[in-house]
């Protein structure tokens, strides 16, 4: 029997899946493998390009309010664009539609949409609509458009062995509730990359366990986590910090040399959010090697 | 009982939920409504943003040929690209892949993805996947950028009254197994634009009865059209041609005074493709009523 999508992680799929596709022109800065594609803007700006999906039944329930969750289609982008040090600018919308989906549900959706983009300053400029056949479920495809100075550009693949491993706010409970508060630390990461800040940096979206190891392969680095510094949600186990995903916190490394600055001006500026140290960028041979994190394909086996 | 989707057609949904949205600033030239939205890019130049799905059992079927669905998948896009005398650039990959769905197929539907990227100038960098639950149809969402030059930029809404109503190729036939011949008339489009020929123009992708009241109406005009004069595929009825929709042809207007001039140099420039005068743009008041085309949402009522 052939190999079906169930049979593979997606980090997996996607490494296939690429491929198939012929390499891309060198003038794309970063392709795929970051929370976004960097390709050439102008003299000072590089573009940055974005898609997302969410599901019903899979990132949201059907019970779920409609508003909430197309504020958190949107806000999951701005998470992207932020964990580059950039900012969202025009957004495409399509939906997957079942034939029997409540016309009203579908606007509360639009208007949470609407309130994200504004709050983050990013612009619908048009979608697409399609029918679904009976038995599926509503699709939310957001693809989107950001800009970022040159100079504030941060990718994951770039930090260097003894960067020490920094997180925003608190970690866990998605799961038990959370999964639709996005607030996307798009102001802390514009604070931190104008201040050249994070040796590397990208979004919490599949859980630490999941995340962290993706930020040092992509810098061909390993890493050492302390459980016992994870700042915990109220109520949450390490655990859960580690696995539940959809923090959209902020995950970065920052050279030695500079913690004491960072933690200083940091506390100044953002007195109601920690960052909190939670380990450190090590030699692959030195890594520890985390298990779990959120992965849509194999979440059901 | 609440209003659901499929009680109301394509447009007046897209109507409703853009009534959701905040105003789009007025950095953008042209949102929703066109082939694509139009936002600034450099002095010369205007960006191109346009999203794109198809889904499983509504655009192909489960037995059509992974390869051919994947190029059908780009192929829409740049059909969008072309009609508005621009050309693709970045392309971001969005699936929603259900379970059991074959890898290998997703392999052929990315390699054809390529092959059409390759012909026609477009890259890919980026994309997504999400599982979705179990009975849903594999949902492939295309969403690109492209750019235009300033002078060529063409809408669907600057017809004139008295312009004549031009097509290329031949049209209908696309339910009877043309649907996966996707060939986007770029070099065409690009040819009729560096000439300044087309007032308005728009891709035929929903059907001449769908599309031509939808260019006529951008531009607050009317038409008549001489259904004798329906360039036809082999086989097909004037029917079929207006409503069977998945042409992706360029349907375009031209000023009376320069028809000759353009069918002279069309002649010479692409012997094998016909352009065909269809009828006429007309005030509002004179205008034909035509019915039929495609409706995601109508279809199955």
Chains 1, 2 share one sequence.
């Not at 409609?66 to 504020?71: D, S, Y």
């Not at 999964?179 to 931190?192: I, S």
Request: some cysteine; hydrophobic content about 40%.
């Amino acid at each position: 029997m052939s190999l079906k999508a169930q049979d593979i992680g997606e980090d997996d799929l996607i490494q296939r899946l690429l491929g198939k596709i012929p390499i891309v022109p060198t003038s794309l800065h970063t392709g795929p493998g970051d929370d976004c594609a960097v390709a050439p803007l102008d003299e000072d700006h590089w573009q940055l390009l974005k898609t997302d999906a969410i599901v019903e039944s899979i990132h949201f329930f059907p019970t779920d309010e409609a508003k909430r969750v197309g504020w958190k289609a949107i806000a999951r982008v701005v998470s992207d664009f932020a964990a580059m040090g950039g900012r969202p600018q025009w957004f495409l919308v399509t939906l997957g539609i079942p034939q029997s989906y409540s016309i009203e549900k579908l606007e509360q959706l639009y208007a949470g949409m609407g309130e994200c983009l504004q709050s983050y300053g990013g612009s619908l400029c048009g979608g697409e609509t399609t029918s679904i056949p009976a038995g599926g479920a509503l699709m939310i495809s957001i693809a989107a458009t950001g800009w970022v100075k040159k100079s504030q550009l941060t990718l994951r693949s770039t930090a260097a062995q003894d960067d020490v491993i920094f997180v925003t706010g608190h970690l866990g409970g998605s799961l038990a509730g959370r999964h639709l508060d996005v607030t996307p630390r798009l102001l802390e990461a514009e604070w931190l990359t104008s201040r050249s800040f994070p040796s590397a940096m990208m979004d919490l979206s599949d859980g630490l366990a999941r995340d962290l190891p993706r930020l040092a392969a992509a810098s061909n680095l390993g890493y050492q986590l302390d459980l016992s510094s994870l700042p915990l949600h109220n109520g949450c186990s390490a655990a859960q910090a580690l696995s539940d995903g959809e923090d959209y916190e902020l995950l970065f490394t920052v050279n030695p040399d500079r913690i004491a600055q960072l933690k200083q001006q940091w506390s100044l500026e953002f007195p109601d959010t920690p960052i909190t140290r939670v380990g450190t960028i090590v030699r692959i041979d030195e890594s520890m090697q985390l298990k779990g994190g959120w992965d849509h394909f194999a979440a059901e086996r």
